[in-house]
């Protein structure tokens, strides 16, 4: 693979390749920073980028794997993360024009756990502000490299565009609502989103405390294993951090799915998807039948009450999250996040006690549904090749809101671990993906599956001509 084409290099394969000696670290470090420097002028996807220490630490990556002491998959290569983890000595934002010049001293956990698996952190990537719906109005969005009139996602949006693009080899990202799911989907890459709590939130700004998730985007699955077992794991500084084991993941991966139980609901799976979505869903599904898989048909749960109940939840605890600062600074904020603060500090006990009952009761439904099934294949929006201009009615459009949120919300509210994939484009060439659920915990029979199904397929090797 020629310089021209080593931005789009799998993770994994530009990090054998570095701790071979066959490229150095500081070779592909340089190349990334010139092809930000190059597009990302366009892209609007970074925040920050980390230059100088960049190549330090490609230069010190390079001494450890001469010396014969490579730390693993990562080691040398060049990521980037979303700017509400905290990174020492570097701004962190969170989207947000009043911490613009908030400068932690210390990393973040998961950042921390990338810099001792040895990788590169080229920068901060851009995000709504807050973390939620929109980015503040002082702030540029990023721009889908597969069209610009193409929606490019939220909150994660500068890690979607940023990894599609060939501005890093895999980033960060967040989700609280579909945050992971959103760019993944729209710019057609890798995202998994693990179960609540298998990931440390130490060091990350909040958006609501417990539906936060930090997870990898990459450009495969494999590639998003790989970085996710590097940051997963018990934090003594993130007491809600779970204690199980962390598997090692690209040991689990080949294991494939022949004999594994996939569920299908035929009824809330496809409605109300657009023919586009439906054609992905129900080619990913015979992909994975012919790869071993043994499909069953499910009744999964009802999510509309929990698509209504997610926006309370998610505002009170934004509030309470945003305490300091709002509403003595409210006039500082944008009217969308302002907006959902102002739900949560409406909402009174009694409403709040009714949330958590229903929240609950949902958790365990889905709970029983994987007794029957050991993953869930389901789409991640219901409607392809999104706009812009489409978007911009989001908050106002009942039946496109219940449309982009019916698949993503509920599972950071019950907290199961997805992994979606991209599975084929529009006839406009946007790309449509589906994804998968599993048990709690469970983030190796994802990655099994996402194995499986891009082995057989090519989706995940496309890249944007930009």
Not at 198 to 225: K, Q, W
Not at 325 to 335: I, K, Q, V
Not at 371 to 377: H, R
Not at 415 to 425: N, R
């Amino acid at each position: 693979m020629t310089n021209n084409e080593l931005h789009y290099m799998d993770l994994m394969e530009v990090g054998r390749q570095i701790q071979s000696r066959q490229r150095s670290s500081e070779e592909v470090t340089r190349h990334m920073l010139e092809r930000v420097d190059a597009v990302d002028t366009r892209l609007h996807s970074y925040v920050t980028v980390m230059a100088d220490q960049a190549l330090r630490d490609a230069r010190a990556a390079d001494k450890e794997i001469a010396a014969g002491q490579a730390r693993g998959p990562l080691h040398g290569v060049p990521l980037a993360v979303k700017d509400l983890l905290w990174t020492a000595g570097t701004a962190t934002s969170h989207g947000m024009p009043i911490l613009r010049d908030h400068v932690p001293t210390e990393d973040a956990t998961t950042v921390r756990r990338l810099r001792a698996a040895g990788a590169i952190l080229l920068g901060k990537l851009q995000q709504t502000e807050g973390a939620f719906a929109d980015h503040h109005p002082d702030v540029t969005a990023p721009v889908n490299p597969w069209g610009e009139t193409l929606w490019s996602g939220v909150s994660s949006s500068g890690s979607g565009v940023a990894t599609a693009a060939g501005l890093c080899f895999g980033s960060l990202g967040t989700d609280t609502g579909g945050s992971i799911r959103f760019p993944s989907s729209a710019n057609g890459v890798t995202g998994l989103k693990p179960t609540w709590g298998r990931v440390s939130r130490y060091g990350a700004f909040e958006l609501a405390a417990s539906l936060d998730h930090i997870g990898p985007i990459a450009r495969n699955t494999a590639d998003a294993a790989a970085i996710l077992g590097a940051i997963a794991g018990a934090d003594p500084l993130d007491p809600t951090a779970a204690r199980q084991p962390v598997p090692d993941y690209l040991a689990l991966m080949t294991h494939g799915v022949t004999g594994l139980r996939l569920g299908f609901d035929p009824d809330w799976g496809m409605q109300p998807a657009d023919q586009a979505t439906q054609a992905v869903v129900r080619e990913a599904l015979k992909v994975l039948e012919s790869a071993g898989a043994e499909p069953r048909e499910v009744c999964f749960p009802d999510t509309d009450q929990a698509v209504a109940d997610w926006s309370p939840l998610c505002g009170l605890e934004t509030a309470v999250a945003h305490e300091e600062t709002y509403p003595a600074r409210r006039s500082e904020y944008g009217p969308v996040l302002s907006a959902l603060i102002e739900v949560g500090r409406s909402l009174d006990a009694m409403d709040y006690q009714k949330l958590q009952l229903r929240r609950a009761d949902f958790r365990g439904r889905v709970d029983a549904l994987f007794d029957k099934v050991d993953l869930l294949l389901i789409p991640t929006v219901a409607y392809a090749g999104v706009t812009v201009e489409t978007m911009a009615s989001f908050a106002d459009d009942e039946a496109l809101l219940g449309g982009m949120m019916r698949y993503t919300c509920p599972f950071d509210l019950s907290g199961h671990p997805t992994l979606t994939l991209p599975g084929g484009v529009t006839a406009e060439g946007a790309p449509v993906a589906w994804q998968l659920v599993a048990p709690h915990f469970r983030e190796d029979l994802l990655i099994r599956g996402g194995w499986a199904f891009q082995r057989i397929t090519d989706w995940h090797r496309r890249h944007p001509r930009i």
